[in-house]
């Protein structure tokens, strides 16, 4: 089984560009997540789902959307991106809230 | 104050050595812990839960206190491969951030 798997895996934007970053899970899982990376600063939830059609924001959604069409695939979109959004970010799934996280292999974005 | 709270570190202790990691939580209503393990630029991948009695994974152990609202992990006859960021997780119900993760602690085992 490929698990959690996250494209791109690098990216550089210029301020003020758009992108989406596509995470895909092949475990059936209801829960899927997005959080973000910085030194110093641990994991941050940026937005989750507990199910296909579902969305809830975290702890930092501000500058970003989310959708969950389909159950295996939660998208992470930046419609505006700012430096403040340099991040190392990673999607994560897992059957129920409080179990074990399968995280994604990350995808490291510079914006400039 | 943060939710979760790890010192940084650096540990760096030679091979065989023990070492031992703590890690507070400021909310009491708090309901399941885990440490996660994060290699250099890679992604965290699950160590163990911690249970209330207390838990051992071969030269892993993980306890809870929940009277003084902290976790820890002792790692026994450490290894080269035990180098690595440890990441303390603490879950609670009705948080926004679901699973709230400390900003790790670092560990290099020296040959």
């Known amino acids: 089984n490929a698990g959690v798997t996250q494209t791109p895996k690098f990216r550089v934007l210029k301020t003020g560009q758009s992108m989406t970053l596509l995470c895909a899970q092949d475990?059936?899982?209801?829960?899927m997540y997005w959080y973000r990376q910085d030194p110093g600063m641990g994991l941050r939830l940026i937005h989750y789902?507990?199910?296909?059609?579902?969305?809830a924001k975290g702890e930092v959604p501000d500058g970003y959307n989310v959708s969950r069409l389909k159950k295996q695939n939660f998208l992470l979109g930046l419609e505006s991106a700012a430096p403040s959004q340099t991040s190392v970010y990673f999607c994560?799934?897992?059957?129920?809230?409080?179990?074990?996280?399968?995280f994604g292999s990350g995808t490291q974005l510079s914006v400039l | 104050r943060k939710e979760v709270e790890q010192d940084p570190g650096p540990f760096n202790v030679p091979e065989g050595a023990t070492v031992a990691f703590n890690c507070t939580y400021s909310?009491?209503?708090?309901?399941?812990f885990f440490w996660y393990r994060q290699d250099c630029r890679k992604e965290p991948k699950l160590l163990m839960s911690?249970?209330?009695s207390g838990n051992e994974d071969g030269r892993f152990t993980a306890q809870l206190n929940r009277a003084s609202q902290y976790i820890s992990l002792l790692i026994r006859d450490s290894k080269l491969s035990d180098s690595a960021t440890y990441l303390c997780?603490?879950?609670?119900?009705?948080?926004?951030?679901?699973?709230?993760f400390g900003s790790g602690t670092q560990l290099t085992v020296l040959p």
């Open positions: 994560a799934s897992s059957r129920d809230r409080n179990e074990k996280l399968f």
């Open positions: 475990m059936n899982h209801e829960y």
């Open positions: 789902s507990v199910g296909e059609g579902t969305t």
């Open positions: 909310n009491s209503a708090s309901q399941s």
């Open positions: 911690v249970y209330s």
């Open positions: 997780v603490v879950y609670r119900s009705g948080s926004a951030r679901q699973l709230t």
